[in-house]
């Protein structure tokens, strides 16, 4: 394979993630009950399909290879995490007093300059960020006008305060 110089236009998007899940009871709980994603449509016990906002489904799940089964190695290749872009700071802080209200334990929160995120597990094991982006005339640039994103510690009390 060679690499090449080929270029997406702007506007394009990643519309929509689709997981291998072991109950699916259990991840819609999560999708829907924690992270407040809507069910738009239900396959029977094996599938169901998920968005915010009335989209036709932003999240795909499912069990037709993956019922009852492990969740995946860390060591694994694979699906690292699925971010989900929240459109505000103040929906950012309200989905995750949801979380830590859920007892779900946070694997990272970060400020990248660019955005702010909040790293987690779903129940089947699958990476999930959580993030909002700044304005991008707000963004961190160096010296050549080049993007300066870093990685610093998020104040998650500070942002919870703006779910109040």
């Known amino acids: ?31 829907s009950g924690v992270l407040g994603f809507e069910v738009t449509q239900r396959l ?19 069990t037709w290879q993956s019922r009852g089964g492990p969740a995946p190695a860390r060591n694994m290749t694979g699906l690292f995490h699925t971010a989900i ?3 505000d700071r103040k929906s950012l802080a309200a989905v995750l007093r949801r979380v830590l209200e859920a007892g779900i334990e946070l694997e990272g929160a970060a400020d990248h300059g660019v955005s702010e995120a909040i790293y987690l597990r779903d129940p089947d094991g699958n990476g999930v960020e959580l993030y909002r982006d700044r304005p991008e ?16 510690a998020l104040d998650l009390k500070a942002l919870l305060a703006e779910a109040e």
């Open 1 to 31: 394979m060679s690499i090449g110089t080929a270029k997406l236009p702007a506007g394009t998007g990643i519309g929509h993630v689709h997981l291998k899940v072991s109950d699916l009871e259990r991840a819609i709980g999560f999708y």
């Open 85 to 87: 872009l929240l459109p």
């Open 137 to 152: 005339a707000d963004w961190p640039r160096d010296s050549k006008g080049g993007l300066d994103m870093g990685t610093e």
């Open 44 to 62: 029977g016990s094996s599938a169901a399909f998920l968005s915010a906002g009335g989209y036709h489904h932003h999240i795909g799940l499912n």
